[in-house]
């Protein structure tokens, strides 16, 4: 007797399918283009989840870098000054530092400058 699978691979298709729902043209409603679709979309996120940590530890460099230079500092020195001073705040942190707190942020580059 022939096995159909009904259940298990409509459940199968219908979950591409609710995971292809917004796509435009056939990608949203015919299975075999939807499915190719989402595995490219899912292959996208994956490898942009990590690409969006480099852009961001990129953008608090560049930050941390014209804050510095306001306060008459390098990027590369104040980092090592602070690795010298054993003060362990994340660039993303000094970032916010920079943006939102001016004066914080010259404090901390002076504790850098002395070390």
Same mark, same amino acid.
């Given at each position: ?9 409509? #459940? ?5 399918? &609710? ?6 043209? #056939?990608? &949203?409603?015919?299975? &075999?283009?939807? %499915? ?12 942009? @989840? ?14 941390? %870098?014209?804050?510095? @230079? ?6 590369? @020195? ?11 705040? !994340?660039? &993303?942190?000094?970032? !916010? ?19």
């Amino acid at each position: 007797m022939r096995v159909k699978k009904g259940v298990k691979a409509r #459940r199968r298709r219908n979950r591409i399918l &609710k995971l292809a729902k917004g796509y435009r043209g #056939r990608r &949203k409603n015919c299975y &075999k283009r939807a %499915n190719q679709a989402v595995e490219r979309a899912l292959d996208y996120a994956s490898r942009d @989840r990590a690409a969006k940590k480099r852009n961001f530890r990129a953008l608090w460099i560049v930050r941390i %870098n014209a804050a510095a @230079r306001a306060v008459g500092l390098s990027y590369s @020195r104040l980092i090592a000054g602070l690795a010298k001073a054993k003060v362990a705040i !994340d660039r &993303k942190i000094l970032a !916010d530092l920079a943006v939102a707190d001016p004066a914080g942020f010259a404090a901390v580059a002076n504790i850098a400058r002395a070390a």
